[in-house]
């Protein structure tokens, strides 16, 4: 059992950072593959991206490659998202999930999820 918790959002202006931290317990998390999602009012919930359980592997969305930096200390059971140069279209509430089993784009894929933490983009 894997329970996961984000944090690190906020308000703030266009081409601005925020770093996005998700905070997990279980003795296991070392060996789970983590991603980034997002969902913004009335659409999807979509990909942003994702790291293999070593965090030798990392993999992003065509819309924050060269903007996004995914990362994870196992020796802290933590993962971060390091948000850069903003943009009012990336607000949304973002999600870390977790799965045991390689690495994938794709929601239905993952057995964990935490609450999310709002981020607003403001032009």
């Known amino acids: 059992q894997v329970q996961l918790k984000e944090s690190g959002g906020g308000l703030v202006q266009a081409g601005g950072s925020l770093r996005l931290s998700c905070t997990a317990s279980g003795r296991t998390f070392s060996s789970y593959a983590v991603g980034w999602f997002r969902q913004a009012p009335g659409k999807e919930r979509d990909f942003v991206a994702g790291?293999?359980?070593?965090?030798?592997?990392?993999y992003y969305a065509d819309s924050v490659k060269g903007r996004f930096v995914i990362s994870r200390d196992n020796a802290k059971n933590m993962v971060y998202l390091q948000t850069n140069s903003l943009k009012p279209e990336d607000t949304a509430l973002y999600y870390c999930?977790?799965?045991?089993?390689?690495?994938?784009?794709?929601?239905?894929?993952?057995?964990?999820w935490g609450q999310g933490t709002q981020v607003t983009v403001s032009s």
């Open positions: 999930a977790a799965h045991p089993v390689g690495s994938s784009r794709s929601a239905s894929s993952y057995d964990y």
């Open positions: 790291i293999s359980w070593s965090g030798g592997s990392t």
